[in-house]
């Protein structure tokens, strides 16, 4: 994140809209393109509405949105696999909403402090966050909000046990479903296995690279830490 001051004051004067058309059709959302490179935007930027790159991203991860910004039928509601309750919109929002836009608009201020405490968090143990760190951590925040809490502590020590970043951040994220009190890996929905886990955690993260590989602005740089 790049700010701390990100997105305060973006979400209290805006009303979620009312769905339009027919659930079943898929539309080509408008704020999706941007000029500058991802790895240089703000959170602001990449968090600013459902409509862009970071909300799109996990929305991809979540099977909700396509890389493009488009909706699927999951977006539209569907039971979630590990509790079974009712997911809405780009973010599987379950807390209780009208209409897909305004489970978005909902999430996004749900996620807004805990963005905040992940760059928070990051800069106390000198850990420079590029945009797939963070997208990752946000969406295991959205994912995961217990896992979320321990993500930028094995996110360090990750980097001390691979080279690659993406392998740094899937090392973290499934990390982040063990118990740290009781050293068990506990994940609802998909089992007590790490290897399953793995797999899922993969696939999520191979869905917000190719998001930000969509528009080619996306590269794998390193953690810095102190």
Known sequence: MATLGLIGGLFSPTIAPTVEGDRARKRQLPGFTVSAKLVNLSTEHLFATPNSVGAIAIGVAEGTRTPSGEYTDL???????????????????????????EADFKQLRRLKPSIIQLEEEAQTVGIHLGTFELLAGVDLINQSPL????????????????????????????????????????????????????????????????????????????????
Request: glycine letters at 8%; hydrophobic letters at 30%; one cysteine or more.
């Open 75 to 101: 977006y539209f509601g569907h039971t979630d696999p590990g509790n079974f309750k009712h997911n809405l919109g780009t973010f599987a929002y379950q807390h209780g909403a009208d209409s897909p836009e």
């Open 147 to 226: 896992a979320g809490k321990d993500y930028i502590k094995h996110l360090k020590t990750c980097h001390q046990l691979e080279e690659d970043l993406k392998q740094v951040i899937l090392c973290a994220r499934v990390r982040s479903f063990v118990n740290p009190t009781t050293g068990v890996l506990e994940a609802d929905g998909l089992g007590s296995y790490r290897s399953t886990v793995r797999k899922d955690q993969k696939r999520r993260l191979d869905a917000i690279e190719r998001v930000l590989n969509s528009k080619n602005r996306f590269r794998h740089t390193s953690i810095t830490h102190q």
